[in-house]
């Protein structure tokens, strides 16, 4: 088994999409009209592995979970082969980093958070 897609309730499609595929360089790989104002969007980083599935919020609790669906824990990590690189790409496309990148004994990494305050670690494993 392996994880396909995580759900990730996001205020806004469109701005989503904007940030995940402008910002982070993710890949659109579904855009599905569901009817009804709903739609399957799904994104994937470059590199491949599992995509998010991006949802829009309905309903007063999943509104209230936009940003805060980890209890403000990092809730995702993206890893790269190349920290210097991707962290000044993703600078220069107006991601906000929490932190300094720093060293740890398992890599390099910094907290940036989306566009909602969830929060994830960009990571270049040691290794």
Known sequence: MRIALTTLVVADYEDA??????????????????GGGKRWVVVTPSGGGGGLLLAQASG??????????????????????????????????????LEAPRTEPYGTVAVFQDLYGNRWDLIEPKG
């Open 17 to 34: 999409l904007d940030f995940y595929v402008h910002g982070l360089g993710f890949t659109l790989t579904e855009d599905s009209d569901l």
């Open 60 to 97: 007063a609790a999943q509104v209230a979970s936009v940003g805060h669906q980890t209890g403000a824990r990092v809730m995702g990590f993206l890893h790269t082969d190349d920290f210097a690189r991707d962290h000044g790409r993703i600078t220069a496309a107006g991601v906000t980093f």
